[in-house]
C-alpha cells in the first residue's frame, strides 16, 4: 500500500516562511497530478496548490504569489515553499497524488501536517 509522508510543518510567526515535502513510500504508477490541500479548524478542505505530470501548475488565489509547489518525478515526491506567511493560512496541510490507470483514478492522501502562523 502507498503511503505519502509529509514533514516540515511547524510554527511560525507572520511573514516567515515554511517548506513542507511529500514523499511517496514507494512508486506510484500512472501517477499523475500531485497537489497540497489544506484545512483549516471548522472550514471545508481546499486547493492551496497543484502541479500535473508536465509541470503545469495552479494555485488558489489566496496563495498566488507567496507559495511556490515543485515536484521531482524520478522520486515521486512533491514540495511547497511557503513565503510571506499569514495566520489565515493556518491549518492541516495534506499531500495528495493522483494515480490514473485505462480502467480507474486513484487519489492517495498523507496523513497531514499542522502549520500554524502567530500574528
Known amino acids: 500500500q502507498v503511503q505519502l509522508v509529509e514533514s516540515g510543518g511547524g510554527l511560525v510567526q507572520a511573514g516567515g516562511s515554511l517548506r513542507l515535502s511529500c514523499a511517496a513510500s514507494e512508486k506510484i504508477f500512472g501517477l499523475n497530478a500531485m497537489g497540497w490541500y489544506r484545512q483549516a479548524p471548522g472550514k471545508q478542505r481546499e486547493l492551496a496548490a497543484v502541479?500535473?505530470?508536465?509541470?503545469?501548475?495552479n494555485y488558489a488565489d489566496s496563495v498566488k504569489g507567496r507559495f511556490t509547489i515543485s515536484r521531482d518525478n524520478a522520486k515521486n515526491t512533491v514540495l511547497l515553499q511557503m513565503n510571506s506567511l499569514k495566520p489565515e493560512d493556518t491549518a492541516v496541510y495534506y499531500c495528495?497524488?493522483?494515480?490514473?490507470?485505462?480502467?480507474?483514478?486513484?487519489?492517495?492522501w498523507g496523513q497531514g501536517t499542522q502549520v500554524t502562523v502567530s500574528s
Open positions: 495528495k497524488a493522483e494515480a490514473v490507470s485505462t480502467l480507474s483514478t486513484r487519489n492517495y
Open positions: 502541479v500535473t505530470s508536465d509541470g503545469s501548475t
